[in-house]
């Protein structure tokens, strides 16, 4: 049966799960270091492992879901079962991730971190490859496919900013409720940390029920599950597709670097007794220009530039605003609006790449088709999901090994008082962490537009030339 085309309605009630399931995911991967690291005190380095472990096993966790899903028939179809149950068993794993008990031995801190963090991990998958796995049993391909993979992608952008905005601001205020007046400043961050879990996995329920009601499935799809042979084999015979994925990873592990660290540079450098209202100033105004960048910022240097062209615009954007950053470490952090100018270019330039490094993907579907004569985009889309995992778990590795080398973790937790944690901080910690967070990005930035330089040759004008030549094939 031919799919109807999708109401306004429900483009956005399936816009609204991505914000919900990003929320989510952005708590956990910005903020599951800090939370046992920095305020249980588990050892930065086990917490390194313990991350980069359980990204490496979703390399195989991820295709075992998708022939799961590929093999589910059901009355309500074969997506939605799964997107429910993987929502409702994700939520309640991510309110009891950050729900441990802070009295736990630190080996037992680090079982209950692995524990529950790997099995954040099997439950997101078992709700994100049906999410985006679902596209094509209830839309019609082309432009309207398209375009609903770029507004989920967005609003996913729209997702992961607000929790970057308001997480910290939000767990400080439930700590200082007159209810937990008389506990610690770890303390009050622990449990704001726990109330605010449960608010985002409420809301994460919320937002997915509505996708599920809204969309219905108008067709059986066969849905081709990527084995890890398959991503291989796949990157082996598709060098462009290869070049796209190296420098997702280059580019997501210098953001993730940052967006691991930028906590502490406030918390233990930037310092302050106010240190978090000035980190939820910066990401709000970080959040908003990311927003805006895919919104509106995107569209606009589209008309007057190309695909390629705009990528190279993005990665010298982020290379400045590391480079700004570093230097107004040394130079003035008297206020937190000065930091806005190294934000710019960070969070404009990050906000665009999440959409185009989507496009350069797809185009590598073409290409394949053209070399190899088979359409991997099964394979393709699956292999995205991986090495943005992959490249959140290498960095969450550096950031702790970082944070082990400089021996950043909680100042003093016995206090009810506000304290300003920087003072306590030697120079070379501070030297060192800032380093790390900008210097490292800046070398896998520029190592990420030597490689495209050198091997993605998917212009505009190629891209014709290859639709041209498919449309030949397809006619004889």
């Known amino acids: 049966m031919e799919n109807k085309k999708l109401t306004v309605g429900e483009k956005a009630a399936y816009g609204i799960g991505a914000v919900g399931k990003d929320m989510v995911y952005m708590l956990s991967a910005s903020y599951v270091l800090y939370y046992f690291q920095d305020l249980l005190g588990v050892n930065s380095v086990a917490m390194g492992i ?4 359980a990204r490496v096993f979703d390399a195989f966790n991820d295709p075992i879901m998708g022939i799961v899903v590929a093999k589910t028939h059901t009355r309500w179809g074969r997506f939605r079962p799964w997107l429910f149950i993987g929502t409702i068993t994700n939520a309640v794993v991510l309110f009891v991730m950050f729900a441990c008990p802070p009295d736990m031995t630190p080996s037992g801190l680090v079982a209950y971190a692995a524990v529950t963090y790997i099995l954040w991990g099997i439950t997101y998958t078992m709700m994100d490859i049906p999410y985006w796995s679902m596209i094509p049993a209830f839309t019609k391909g082309g432009s309207e496919r398209e375009g609903l993979t770029t507004l989920a992608r967005s609003c996913a952008g729209v997702g992961s900013a607000l929790v970057t905005i308001f997480t910290v601001k939000i767990i400080q205020t439930i700590g200082n409720l007159p209810a937990f007046e008389n506990l610690s400043g770890a303390a009050r961050e622990i449990v704001g940390f726990k109330w605010f879990a449960l608010i985002i996995a409420v809301l994460f329920v919320v937002f997915i029920t509505v996708t599920c009601l809204a969309i219905k499935e108008q067709s059986l799809v066969d849905m081709k599950s990527a084995s890890v042979g398959d991503m291989f084999r796949a990157l082996i015979s598709n060098d462009q597709a290869m070049t796209v994925v190296i420098a997702i990873v280059l580019i997501n592990c210098s953001i993730y670097i940052t967006s691991n660290l930028v906590i502490y540079f406030f918390k233990y450098d930037f310092g302050g007794t106010g240190w978090g209202d000035s980190y939820t100033l910066f990401n709000m105004f970080g959040g908003a220009i990311q927003i805006l960048s895919m919104m509106l910022f995107y569209p606009v240097l589209r008309l007057f530039l190309s695909d390629v062209k705009i990528f190279y615009v993005c990665l010298a954007s982020a290379i400045t605003g590391y480079a700004t950053l570093f230097i107004i470490a040394f130079v003035n952090m008297s206020s937190v609006y000065i930091l806005f100018i190294p934000a710019f270019f960070i969070f404009a330039a990050n906000g665009v790449l999440q959409v185009i490094t989507t496009v350069f993907l797809a185009n590598t579907v073409d290409y394949g ?14 292999m995205q999901t991986f090495v943005v995992k992959l490249a959140s778990g290498v960095a969450a590795f550096v950031a702790s090994i970082c944070l082990q080398l400089n021996s950043l973790q909680r100042g003093n937790a016995d206090t009810t008082e ?8 030697a120079e070379s910690s501070k030297l060192g962490l800032r380093m790390t967070m900008t210097i490292l990005p800046v070398i896998g930035l520029a190592i990420a537009i030597v490689v495209f330089r050198k091997k993605y040759i998917l212009t505009d004008e190629k891209l014709s030339e290859i639709s041209a030549q498919l449309d030949e094939k397809k006619r004889r």
């Open 50 to 53: 313990i991350l980069l472990a």
């Open 418 to 425: 506000k304290i300003d944690y920087s003072l306590n901080v």
């Open 369 to 382: 088709e053209l070399k190899n004569s088979r359409r991997d985009e099964s394979v393709i889309f699956s």
